[in-house]
């Protein structure tokens, strides 16, 4: 448009809110993620068990059918916080599978482009830019995990009595931090990894190998040095130690205490921080 014809006007339309911002990178990042048939029939795949866990407590609790085949209903398996603590264990590797589909996708592709330099010169800080690569996985990650569990947690409440629910709506409470923990902490390793390795395969391959590669340096830490505080390495280790505490297990065979892995988790966590804002940023320095 010539400027001297002097009809250019500014834009006077509803702005956005300021605090909703980066939900504008999460809205257009799923209509290119459902593109992927096999990234569709995968988050099926991630329903079956869910569902399955749901019809075994309603079968646990229809005594009529159980009389049918003639088993009687102290031989299934109680629900309490070792049933959930199971489900959560299951489901929290189907997240980490996803992560490693979709985690290289979040930020590579806008270092690749050079389109950060695009973002950053509009009012959107860094923080929101991350916050917004975050929420598409952070969505896609609770669909499979806390979700499904409130949902088991009402379906038990439903057919035990809500006597039930109150006396062990700690599990409720279990389900959801420790799913969100695992979530958050699977969410910058992606994010980490992808902002690092440009290229999609390698990247999702990293993301895999964290944890097994964590796995086997912490084990051999534990056969030279005589410690178990190598597991701490593991994150899938130190996961499953802070939901043993959360569902109160006494009888889990654990090698470290939850503060540990916690502590282990929040400075895995700030690490990939710190890896992602070295890169996130609107201007690249090239030696």
């Not at 039930?164 to 969100?180: C, D």
């Amino acid at each position: 448009m010539a400027v001297y014809k002097r009809t250019y006007k500014g834009y006077s339309g509803p702005c956005t809110a300021t605090w909703s911002r980066f939900l504008i990178l999460p809205r257009y990042s799923f209509s290119r993620l459902f593109q992927s048939k096999f990234l569709i029939l995968f988050l099926m795949a991630c329903f079956f068990f869910p569902v399955g866990c749901a019809l075994f407590i309603y079968v646990s609790h229809n005594l009529s059918f159980l009389r049918t085949f003639n088993i009687r209903a102290e031989n299934f398996i109680a629900i309490n916080g070792k049933f959930f603590y199971v489900y959560c264990t299951v489901q929290a590797a189907f997240a980490y599978l996803l992560t490693a589909l979709v985690g290289p996708g979040l930020v590579s592709p806008d270092l690749v482009n050079n389109a950060l330099p695009l973002y950053f010169s509009r009012p959107f800080s860094r923080a929101e830019y991350v916050l917004g690569k975050m929420a598409g996985l952070v969505y896609l990650l609770s669909l499979i995990t806390w979700l499904p569990g409130l949902v088991l947690f009402a379906i038990q409440a439903s057919l035990a009595g809500w006597s039930w629910a109150r006396q062990n709506f700690w599990i409720a409470e279990a389900i959801v931090l420790g799913s969100l923990l695992w979530i958050t902490v699977l969410s910058l390793v992606a994010m980490a990894m992808s902002a690092w390795i440009k290229w999609r395969i390698a990247a999702g391959a990293l993301i895999l190998g964290v944890i097994f590669v964590g796995a086997g340096f912490g084990a051999a830490v534990n056969a030279v040095m005589r410690t178990n505080l190598g597991s701490m390495l593991d994150l899938a280790q130190d996961n499953s130690a802070i939901w043993a505490r959360l569902f109160r297990l006494t009888d889990a065979d654990l090698r470290i205490d939850a503060v540990d892995a916690a502590n282990a988790m929040a400075i895995a966590s700030l690490i990939c921080l710190w890896l992602l804002f070295k890169k996130v940023r609107a201007f690249e320095v090239i030696k």
